[in-house]
T-cell receptor, first 116, second 117 residues
Framework: DARVTQTPRHKVTEMGQEVTMRCQPILGHNTVFWYRQTMMQGLELLAYFRNRAPLDDSGMPKDRFSAEMPDATLATLKIQPSEPRDSAVYFC??????????????FGAGSRLTVL | AQSVAQPEDQVNVAEGNPLTVKCTYS??????LFWYVQYPNRGLQFLLKYITGDNLVKGSYGFEAEFNKSQTSFHLKKPSALVSDSALYFCAVRDIANAGNNRKLIWGLGTSLAVNP
């Protein structure tokens, strides 16, 4: 089965350090999403790409977070500087959306980030 | 405003009994509706979706969901629960009237299902 690959699976870092999370979407998928999951907030959409172009990053704290898709096989989410409140599980998901089709997303296993 | 509500944080059911996980939605137009499941330490997995057509949608692992337009609900059901169904279940909606490239889903907060042996 095709899968979305995320690295690292776990990351423990100290406040102020830069964190980069990577995602390899499923080949042929044209949309990529970054989500953050916490107990308090549930699933929050951070950023969304279609055909590698950023379409919506309104959910992302712009002063410290950045998301890019340097090519079709790689999406990155960077936090600089990291803060303890960024501790969460970060999910990447990809999907193939054609026309007005319904999104069925495939999620990666997540990157669990702990900022001390 | 578009929204999804999962009114129960947790549902407990005995193995072999039927289960229902509730979801209600609010969109300005016609909805696309989805259910996803998350097992511990895993990403979300797609279960089923409603786009148009038959109000009863069948999905993976024996789950089904019933779309009720008048009640704006899309409850997830299974006739006989298994212990292995214990997981976190998410309902999501997209308003198909969204113009342009907006393909965002609106997610519920999730319902934790515990199936007791």
């Amino acid at each position: 089965d095709a899968r979305v690959t995320q690295t690292p699976r776990h990351k423990v870092t100290e406040m102020g350090q830069e964190v980069t999370m990577r995602c390899q979407p499923i080949l042929g998928h044209n949309t990529v999403f970054w989500y953050r999951q916490t107990m308090m907030q549930g699933l929050e959409l951070l950023a969304y790409f279609r055909n590698r172009a950023p379409l919506d990053d309104s959910g992302m704290p712009k002063d410290r977070f950045s998301a890019e898709m340097p090519d079709a096989t790689l999406a990155t989410l960077k936090i600089q500087p990291s803060e303890p409140r960024d501790s969460a599980v970060y999910f990447c998901a990809s999907g193939l959306v054609l026309g007005s089709g319904a999104n069925v997303l495939t999620f990666g296993a997540g990157s669990r980030l702990t900022v001390l | 405003a578009q929204s999804v509500a999962q009114p129960e944080d947790q549902v407990n059911v005995a193995e072999g009994n039927p289960l229902t996980v509730k979801c209600t939605y609010s969109v300005s137009g016609n909805p696309y509706l989805f259910w996803y499941v998350q097992y511990p330490n895993r990403g979300l997995q797609f279960l089923l979706k409603y786009i148009t057509g038959d109000n009863l949608v069948k999905g993976s692992y024996g789950f089904e969901a019933e779309f009720n337009k008048s009640q704006t609900s899309f409850h997830l059901k299974k006739p006989s629960a298994l212990v292995s169904d214990s997981a976190l279940y998410f309902c999501a909606v997209r308003d198909i009237a969204n113009a342009g490239n907006n393909r965002k889903l609106i997610w519920g907060l999730g319902t934790s299902l515990a199936v007791n042996p």
